[in-house]
């Protein structure tokens, strides 16, 4: 029996101390068993909080969650501007208008309450294509009013002067119910002023109170005998044929950056990927095929090569989320459990061979990214050399902003490893498992009919 007591004891000593003396061992390994256990089941019932009270505050609706919530509650405008080539005084504008905003607003702002009554359900959510169609057509006299007002096009010899183009029309974006309204615009000769066309956009602006986060306006087309994008938003409303096309880039270069900060679903993914790395090799390698990834789908929707509905990419993202994330807090738990060290990092010339697999599965995760940006923009029509040049920007913009999160978070992570290897465990597990829970809501309300 004593030999096998020395036995199970030599083997729970380390190896650089197995040939010293037993006191001296004693000396170096000191052990307390009634303080192990009773930390150990004082943490055991704190993760049980930690992990639950997340989950409870998801499902109850006091964490920020949905399908609005996914990229903020903004709004996005579509708007396609050519000169008619018959009356190049005339420029006409093709406007996609989300349904629902443009009822209340003009309803609102318009003196047009019949429209609200006409226009959505009594839930207010929008009602079939045909009657929403009647009520647009009933009440464009007050659409075209709301819209010609925060919808402006001027030239160096004056305001242009807008009308009706035809009979509004009901259309789908990502799956959100869209009017189309086509306005012409009739511009004054420019006789000795300069040629030059400046179009402005104030719709659903911020201070209506239906866009908290305010509406970004893309418009394309060509005017002026050149090809023209534009971002327009509460910053920057206008924009002039004159205008350079590094103004240009800018604006779209810092719409990619606002997309990833201001869209939680995209930001708390690569949160999930930063906190799930502890080298910093291996970030780098998760990172890099991320960006790979949503960067080929991103240009390839660019472009009309391909394309996938909001209602399959949007619940994918979500449970995309709740995989990395998810998979963070079981190992989590299982390390708890089992009360064994972390297991050691392999050898620094090579990634983990655990960790090819989440690469992979990062990367796969990615190219759903990637339409999801390109869903955000409303990439589903034919491709377009200038609309292209900005895209690329607005991605750059996307990839600034996520080097800026990793250079900023993985060394702090770090620092806390570091100080406190236990700290940075339960750190992580808390925040994953917030983060898991919104994802989950996120995935069930995506998923789920409107």
Do not use: K
């Not at 819209?147 to 009308?163: I, L, N, Y």
């Amino acid at each position: 029996m004593l030999a096998d007591r020395s036995a199970r004891f030599s083997r729970t000593i380390p190896g650089q101390f197995r040939d010293r003396p037993r006191a001296a061992v004693l000396m170096f390994t000191p052990r307390d068993d009634s303080a192990r256990v009773r930390s150990q089941t004082t943490w055991s019932r704190v993760s049980r909080v930690a992990l639950i009270v997340p989950a409870v505050l998801a499902l109850a609706g006091l964490l920020p969650s949905g399908p609005a919530a996914a990229h903020g509650f903004s709004s996005t405008v579509y708007a396609e501007a050519s000169q008619v080539p018959a009356h190049p005084d005339v420029v006409r504008t093709r406007l996609d208008l989300e349904y629902d905003l443009l009822v209340v607003s003009t309803a609102e702002h318009a003196d047009a309450p019949g429209f609200f009554e006409d226009g959505l359900l009594l839930d207010g959510a929008p009602p079939e294509d045909d009657v929403a169609l009647a009520a647009l057509t009933r009440h464009e006299d007050a659409v075209l009013r709301y819209v010609t007002e925060r919808f402006t096009v001027t030239t160096p010899a004056g305001p242009c002067v807008p009308s009706l183009a035809g009979e509004p029309r009901m259309t789908v974006r990502e799956s959100v119910p869209y009017a189309r309204v086509v306005v012409d615009h009739a511009c004054p000769p420019p006789g000795d002023a300069e040629p030059g066309h400046t179009l402005r956009s104030e719709l659903f602006g911020a201070a209506e109170g239906y866009v908290p986060e305010g509406t970004t306006t893309l418009v394309e087309g060509e005017l002026d005998g050149r090809a023209v994008s534009a971002a327009l938003d509460a910053g920057t409303a206008e924009f002039s044929t004159g205008r350079s096309p590094l103004a240009e880039a800018w604006e779209f270069f810092v719409l990619g950056a606002e997309h990833l900060l201001l869209g939680p679903d995209h930001l708390l993914f690569l949160l999930a990927l930063i906190t799930g790395e502890r080298r910093l090799r291996t970030l780098v390698l998760t990172a890099t095929a991320f960006t790979a990834a949503h960067s080929v789908t991103f240009l390839l929707a660019a472009v009309g090569a391909v394309s996938a509905p909001a209602a399959l990419v949007e619940p994918v993202i979500a449970a995309s989320i709740a995989v990395l994330s998810g998979r963070q807090v079981w190992r989590f738990a299982a390390r708890r459990r089992r009360v064994v060290p972390a297991p050691e990092p392999e050898p620094r010339a090579r990634a983990p061979r655990a960790g090819w697999w989440r690469i992979a599965l990062v990367f796969a995760f990615g190219l759903v990214h990637g339409l999801g940006f390109a869903g955000a923009l409303g990439i589903d029509e034919p491709f377009s050399w200038p609309l292209l040049g900005s895209l690329l920007v607005f991605n750059l913009g996307i990839e600034v902003v996520q080097v800026v999160v990793i250079v900023v978070v993985f060394p702090l992570l770090a620092l806390l490893a570091r100080r406190s290897p236990v700290a940075r465990g339960w750190t992580t597990a808390v925040a994953m498992a917030l983060v898991t829970a919104v994802a989950l809501v996120w995935f069930v309300q995506r998923t789920l009919p409107a």
